[in-house]
């Protein structure tokens, strides 16, 4: 009985808490992190999930401040209305809502943050040179400024780091330095950032980037009068002039009651942007494809450009240009594109220039000697040199050099393309062989060395006239019916004829010819009629040479009598009356010989290690 009322009880109980709404319903509060900048709109919204019935809502804060914010009843929940954000609105915020008789809450933590503008540097535009300067960069605005950490960049790297404190609303940090001249027109950078949970990217960083200018001390001060012996109710005029971007100038006039002084100061405007034109010093080579290339420096707007010539000729090239920059081609550099040359930008409506001056050069061959291997033994020789398509000439000059030492030098005159240098002077025998050189110099700053110098060395052949002409007969007395030889033999280092004759009728009769050192003419069987003068005459492109041999041939009872003398014509004028045939002529031609005589000359020695032969044609003749 007792536990079934039991039952009975814990059923109904059970029944009882089943149909209780308590539990069922939520409150919910968003944005859950409200972080909102200082001045805009915000809103916190408070809704009731899974009450059908009339809802009753209500806000308070939890740190006891007032809520600066206008709730707003909807549908579904209610909004906190911020209509203007302000560091006020920190606080913990909750909403309570009431479904059925039943209360549910919810809190959130409002917080507030103020990045409104870039930094601002100063300080950056009037850096005195070569002393202590401080630059500022100012970050206002700022909350919460003990999130916020300040740096300076310079070329891409953090030089300077700031943090800020609690409780300030701008920051402001100090970068000091020594400006050096090329510190001017530099770039220098101050980053704020705001370190703070759930602020967006955007919002949490802001730069500037500025030009800094290096100011000098004033140069080149000079004060003047016009006119210098000022007159009384004439015209006068005091200036000072003075090279300076930073300057006060001082007036002081002096006189014998005494003195006023009064100053101005200014600071010389300085645009930031340059021109440049590249290279600096053009020195272009004739023929070659050559540019001048026109930049300006911090512009960051669309630029122009134009190229002119300060020289008042046309330019010869073609100007290709991007936005960035212009580019003057030259397709094929020539004597006209010297010039000086102008390069005119435009950024943002302010010009400026640059020119240059473009200088042209030509010195493509190497030197030509000529005369060198024809030098005639003994006698005044001319060698030429020759330079051609030399440009400037008059920065050329030619030396002649021997035995490495200067003999001579020529210089280049203005207007001529070519240069002829002669050499001229007496060669001897032991000059064959040797060398001579040709140097030519063109002397042009900015040349670069290879281009400076170009020379030639030559080996020089000096030719001689024939030597050592000897006609001969073997043997020496000739007999009747014997074998006989006439031969004759000659030295010469260049091509050299030898004829060989015979005196008859007061006549020279040729027997044989040849070009060599040798030529001869044989009999199997002499006779009589074989006796005579015979004469060698040896010839070249330098002189020439003669002998001659007279014999008689000997009957073999009789004795031979033997006679060489030369030029004796007519001795013998009865005896070569009757001569009347010739048996054989074997003119004997050959290099072998040539070369055992040749090696005991000097002269005919150069010649042959040089290739210069001293026999042109070693074909054998039978006449
Ligand atoms: C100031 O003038 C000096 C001398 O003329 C020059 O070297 C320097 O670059 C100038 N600085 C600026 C910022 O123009
Ligand atoms: C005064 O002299 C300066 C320097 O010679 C000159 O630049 C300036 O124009 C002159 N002023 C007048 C009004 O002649
Ligand atoms: C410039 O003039 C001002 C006002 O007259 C004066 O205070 C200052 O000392 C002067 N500066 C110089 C460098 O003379
Ligand atoms: C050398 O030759 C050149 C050209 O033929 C001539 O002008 C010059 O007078 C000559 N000099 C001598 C010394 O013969
Ligand atoms: C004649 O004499 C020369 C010189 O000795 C010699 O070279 C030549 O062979 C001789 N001729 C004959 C046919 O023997
Ligand atoms: C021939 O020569 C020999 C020897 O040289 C001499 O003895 C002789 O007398 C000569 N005869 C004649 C006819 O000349
Ligand atoms: C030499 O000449 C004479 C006269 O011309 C001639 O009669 C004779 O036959 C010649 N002797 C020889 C061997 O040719
Ligand atoms: C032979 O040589 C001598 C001496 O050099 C000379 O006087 C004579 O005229 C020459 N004779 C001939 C035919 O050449």
């Not at 200082?38 to 006891?64: A, H, I, P, Y």
């Not at 009872?557 to 007519?570: A, E």
Request: hydrophobic share 30%.
């Amino acid at each position: 009985m007792v536990s079934a009322l039991c039952v009975t009880l814990i059923v109904l109980l059970q029944c009882i808490l089943c149909y209780t709404p308590v539990s069922s319903f939520e409150v919910e509060l968003s944005p859950k992190k409200p972080l909102f900048r200082v001045g805009d709109r915000q809103e916190l919204t408070c809704r009731m999930t899974k009450c059908s019935e009339k809802m009753t809502f209500s806000w308070s804060n939890l740190e006891d401040k007032p809520m600066y914010a206008e709730p707003q009843r909807s549908s579904t929940g209610s909004t906190l209305v911020f209509k203007s954000v302000s560091k006020n609105i920190e606080n913990k915020i909750q909403c309570k809502a009431t479904c059925l008789g039943m209360i549910k809450q919810a809190a959130v933590t409002v917080r507030v943050y103020s990045f409104p503008k870039v930094p601002v540097i100063s300080g950056h535009d009037s850096l005195v040179l070569g002393k202590e300067n401080s630059l500022t960069c100012e970050v206002s605005d700022v909350y919460p400024a003990e999130h916020m950490t300040v740096e300076w960049l310079r070329g891409g790297k953090v030089v300077r780091t700031q943090e800020g404190k609690y409780g300030i609303e701008s920051i402001q940090s100090y970068y000091t330095f020594t400006p050096q001249t090329n510190d001017d027109g530099e770039s220098i950078t101050c980053r704020a950032t705001l370190s703070l949970d759930g602020l967006p990217p955007e919002e949490r960083t802001r730069e500037i980037t500025v030009s800094m200018a290096v100011l000098c001390p004033p140069m080149n001060t000079v004060i003047s009068v016009s006119p210098n012996n000022p007159k009384e109710n004439e015209f006068m005029n005091i200036s000072c002039v003075s090279d300076s971007n930073l300057s006060v100038y001082v007036c002081r006039t002096t006189n014998a009651c005494g003195r006023q002084t009064d100053n101005v100061t200014f600071t010389v405007g300085i645009s930031s942007f340059k021109v440049e034109l590249s290279p600096k010093k053009p020195l272009f080579r004739v023929g070659d494809r050559q540019e001048l290339t026109c930049r300006m420096i911090k512009c960051s707007e669309k630029m122009t450009f134009s190229w002119s010539s300060l020289e008042d000729k046309p330019l010869y090239a073609e100007p290709q240009t991007s936005s960035t920059e212009s580019t003057l081609v030259f397709k094929s550099v020539s004597k006209n594109n010297e010039d000086m040359i102008q390069c005119k930008a435009t950024c943002q409506g302010t010009s400026k220039q640059a020119a240059v001056t473009v200088r042209v050069y030509s010195f493509p061959k190497v030197p030509v000697i000529s005369g060198h291997d024809s030098l005639v033994l003994g006698k005044e020789n001319n060698l030429t040199c020759e330079v051609s398509d030399v440009y400037p000439a008059e920065h050329m000059t030619v030396e002649w050099l021997r035995g490495g030492k200067v003999v001579r030098t020529q210089e280049g005159e203005y207007g001529i393309e070519s240069i002829q240098s002669y050499y001229t002077f007496t060669p001897q025998t032991n000059d064959d062989g040797e060398s001579i050189t040709c140097r030519a110099t063109l002397s042009l700053d900015g040349l670069p060395p290879e281009e400076r110098t170009r020379e030639i060395t030559v080996s020089m052949a000096v030719l001689c006239p024939p030597m050592n002409t000897v006609i001969s007969v073997s043997p020496n007395n000739p007999k009747e019916n014997e074998f006989m030889n006439i031969s004759c033999v000659s030295d010469s280092n260049l091509a050299s004829r030898l004829v060989l004759s015979k005196m008859l009728d007061g006549k020279e009769t040729e027997l044989v010819s040849g070009d060599g050192p040798r030529v001869s003419v044989s009999y199997d069987k002499a006779n009589l009629n074989h006796s005579g003068v015979y004469v060698c005459r040896t010839t070249n492109a330098c002189g020439r040479q003669t002998d001659n041999v007279t014999f008689t041939v000997g009957t073999p009872p009789r004795n031979t009598t033997m006679k060489n003398t030369k030029d004796d014509g007519n001795v013998y004028t009865a005896l070569l009356r009757r001569l009347n045939s010739i048996d054989v002529i074997i003119p004997v031609i050959g290099m072998g010989v040539l070369a055992s005589v040749a090696s005991s000359l000097n002269c005919v020695r150069k010649a042959a290690r040089k290739g210069l032969s001293c026999l042109n044609k070693g074909t054998p003749e039978t006449v």
